[in-house]
């Protein structure tokens, strides 16, 4: 349960290209702008330890390794980053906006690695324990248009490991968000990610103004 005095969690999940980075820096701004303290973070990473683990699961050299033993690798770096970066801030009353978080562990290593339910559920018993997103924003798009993106985005910068898979992967990795989004609509909504980019800031705004309702005057004022 939220305390009075506890931030809220937003989590933002999809596939590659669908926006995410931007949106969760695009939502701190307006969360800012309304008098809400807010912070932008990240999976894998978010605190010094766990961009060290991320350096190492982006530049493929987790690849040998197990899908089990990459789940414990998530499960370490976030772990760390919920510690040092994720508690402290919304124990102090600021919102936590995260771009990903425990839902792309279950799509990518659960549903397209195959590692079984309850282990993942143990591993997230340890590693988040009661630190659940309050809202999480599934960014959808279609994953043709997302590797698209992701490419324009890149230029010449190197291709990190999950971006080099199929296509096939991507189509999979975008059913599996659906799928948690639809298995727990209290938690989660759905966000067409295909339009502009003000499009989509502005529909993921009405999901967490109807949702948590950040201030009442604020919202107002946005929506004026």
Not at 35 to 57: C, Q
Not at 117 to 126: K, P, Y
Not at 190 to 206: H, N, P, R, T
Request: net charge neutral.
């Amino acid at each position: 349960m939220t305390s009075p005095g506890r931030g809220r969690f937003i989590t933002l999940e999809g596939g590659e290209g669908a926006g995410k980075s931007t949106q969760a820096r695009r939502l701190v701004a307006a969360l800012s702008a309304c008098g809400v303290a807010a912070i932008a973070t990240r999976e894998p990473g978010g605190s010094p330890r766990a961009e060290e683990i991320r350096a190492v699961l982006l530049s493929g050299a987790a690849e040998r390794l197990s899908p089990v033993a990459e789940t414990l690798l998530f499960a370490a770096a976030r772990a760390d980053h919920l510690d040092k970066t994720i508690r402290p801030a919304l124990a102090r009353g600021a919102w936590v906006v995260c771009d990903r978080f425990a839902d792309s562990t279950r799509a990518y290593q659960g549903a397209l690695g195959g590692v079984p339910d309850d282990t993942l559920s143990a591993v997230e018993r340890i590693a988040v324990g009661d630190t659940r997103p309050d809202l999480t924003l599934v960014l959808d798009l279609a994953a043709e248009t997302g590797l698209a993106r992701a490419a324009a985005r890149r230029g010449q910068g190197e291709v990190d490991r999950f971006e080099q898979e199929s296509l096939g992967f991507h189509q999979a990795l975008r059913q599996a968000f659906l799928r948690i989004a639809a298995a727990e609509p209290a938690r989660c909504a759905v966000v067409d990610a295909s339009g502009s980019e003000d499009a989509v800031a502005a529909a993921i705004w009405a999901e967490v103004a109807r949702r948590l309702r950040p201030s009442a005057d604020a919202v107002a004022a946005r929506s004026a």
